[in-house]
């Protein structure tokens, strides 16, 4: 058996509007690191965005493992917290 191939992931994540902003795959870390450094420059003055590099073997990985920057999931939990009498606005833990 062959070894899995690494893809990276590049999400930027708008907490306060809970929903992601943009989703970019590479094959090439290289390229990978250089995206990341262009969007960390570009949400930089937006303290609500979060931007980050992820290296997994699918998406599908990625959506298990930080399933809190996928929209379907950030909804799917707002609506069980308001189900169970929960307060559900994100929260700042920095």
């Known amino acids: 058996m062959g070894a899995s ?3 990276e992931f590049l999400i930027a994540f708008d907490h306060d509007a ?9 094959s090439d870390t290289a390229q990978a690191l250089r995206a990341y450094g262009e969007r960390e420059e570009q949400y ?13 073997d699918s998406l ?3 959506r298990v493992t930080h399933s809190n920057y996928f929209e379907d999931t950030v909804d799917a ?18």
């Open 44 to 56: 930089r003055a937006n303290p609500r965005v979060e931007v980050v590099l992820l290296g997994a």
């Open 18 to 26: 809970r929903k992601q902003l943009s989703l970019e795959e590479y």
């Open 77 to 94: 939990l707002g609506h069980l917290c308001t189900d169970l009498g929960m307060d559900s606005s994100p929260k700042q833990h920095y």
């Open 5 to 7: 191939r690494t893809t």
């Open 60 to 62: 599908d990985a990625i």
